[in-house]
């Protein structure tokens, strides 16, 4: 049973990564200063890669370990 606890941290976790990257994206947006929107438009494609790689992750093995049996 604790290996489903350990299967869907990845998503808890990737999800906590895209709301980081919405709020870099959100900086981003915002921002009249372009000292300040490079690095937020960077930090925001490394989380949301991040994100994407962690969501994808936690689906796969969330999915094979309660549907794959």
Do not use: C, E, H
Not at 40 to 53: D, E, H, P, S, Y
């Amino acid at each position: 049973m604790w290996q489903a606890y350990f299967f869907i941290l990845p998503i808890g976790l990737g999800i906590l990564t895209l709301v980081v990257s919405l709020i870099f994206l959100f900086a981003y947006i915002t921002s009249n200063d372009s000292a300040t929107r490079l690095p937020a438009f960077n930090w925001f494609k490394r989380f949301i890669v991040a994100a994407f790689l962690l969501l994808s992750t936690g689906l796969f093995m969330t999915s094979k370990y309660f549907w794959g049996q």
